[in-house]
């Protein structure tokens, strides 16, 4: 396999580069000086495209590459892919959902703690010598809280299964109810965040979801309420956001993912009800190196016309 031309747009993983090189001919967009000659001198040997969560397959980038076959994502959202451009030409898409489920979800529960417990801000306290002045504030609890979840897939009932061992009420919003779960459902995210003190967002984006965390999604959780986005940046109306946490409409914040990554509203840097994570819910060695491994499954799986292991298209 070792002909057959891969396309890696941004850098991802020297794990996955490693892996890759070792089967593929490895070609690595970001280090050519002109990137669209770069694809045009090998458009007849590229058969796979490995994107991520920022970097995916558009139309044009499809229509440049008349040998491609699959397009394998280091991630599980793939809105950065066109699927359905993908399913009229053919070329078939695999994401790497379940092995970073349970990282992701940790990253909730600790962007919920973090906001409410004032961590990071209580970590500079110390640092910074005011304790010698006097002692830091109090905070809000957590346990007994109750979490709000939109889209109970995997991610989400991850995460109420972490927030029941605080003792925490769980409430969901999904396109329709699960009769399977016990958890209470809301046909309405206003009605959703009317009606939890934490709520995270953990569904895929799409054009129905975003902007689902709206002016009057944050003015319904309120002054108390706590955001918790773990899912993409473009969920959330990022002006409206800072608004309301400016003008105190919204009681705080814990963000993973933004809607310009790596750009972040400066705005957000001095509010200490804010914690800001860059994007790294799936970010540990042992859950970037299993993604890893399963891209490279889904090429080989792909190029030894073997079933693929997690087909999106």
Known sequence: MDSIGVLLPIPMSPYLEQELEKRFNLLKLWTAPHKTQFIKDHATSIRAIVGNASAGADAELIDSL?????????????????LKYCKEKGVRVTNTPDVLTEDVADIAIGLSLAVMRRLCESDRYVRSGLWKKGDYKLTTKFTGKTVGIIGMGRIGKAVAKRAEAFSCPIAYFSRSGKPDLKYKYYPTVVELASNCDVLVVVCPLTEETRHIINREVMNALGPKGVLINIGRGPHVDEPELVSALLEGRLGGAGLDVYQNEPEVPEELFGLENVVLLPHVGSGTVETRNAMADLVIGNLEAHFLNKPLLTPVV
Do not use: M, N, T
Request: cysteine-free.
């Open 66 to 82: 008349p040998k491609l076959e699959i397009v394998a994502s280091y991630s599980v959202g793939i809105d950065k892919v066109d």
